[in-house]
């Protein structure tokens, strides 16, 4: 899988699907700025359909949150050799920034 350019604040959801497995994986990575200036990684993960779990991390600038993001995007790039089917791009939302 091909890591995407990080586009911060708008949401990337990856999906993995083999119904011949019943592999029917989700996950989701928001970043987001909080009112100190810190920027808040969140991520969801589980089976479609269900509530799943998530986690929130906060870093004190954006590399760090956007080298998080990269690392998770990389982890995620190799899980066709562990669950034997790949993640793919479900969705992102292009924010447009020009107000």
């Given amino acids: ?9 708008a949401p990337i959801d990856l999906i993995a699907v ?4 019943n592999v029917r994986r989700r996950y ?3 970043v987001m700025p909080d009112l100190f200036g810190a ?13 799943g ?3 929130c991390l906060s870093f004190p600038d954006r590399a760090g949150a956007e080298r998080h993001v990269a690392a998770i ?8 050799n562990r ?6 791009l479900a969705r992102t939302v292009a924010l447009d920034r020009a107000g």
């Fill in 1 to 9: 899988m091909e890591t995407p350019a990080i586009a911060l604040f």
């Fill in 18 to 21: 083999d119904p011949a497995r």
């Fill in 28 to 30: 989701a990575i928001c």
């Fill in 39 to 51: 920027y808040i990684v969140e991520t969801s993960w589980g089976r479609i359909g269900t509530r």
């Fill in 53 to 55: 779990q998530s986690k």
């Fill in 73 to 80: 995007l990389r982890r995620r790039g190799t899980a066709e």
């Fill in 83 to 88: 669950i034997g089917v790949p993640y793919r």
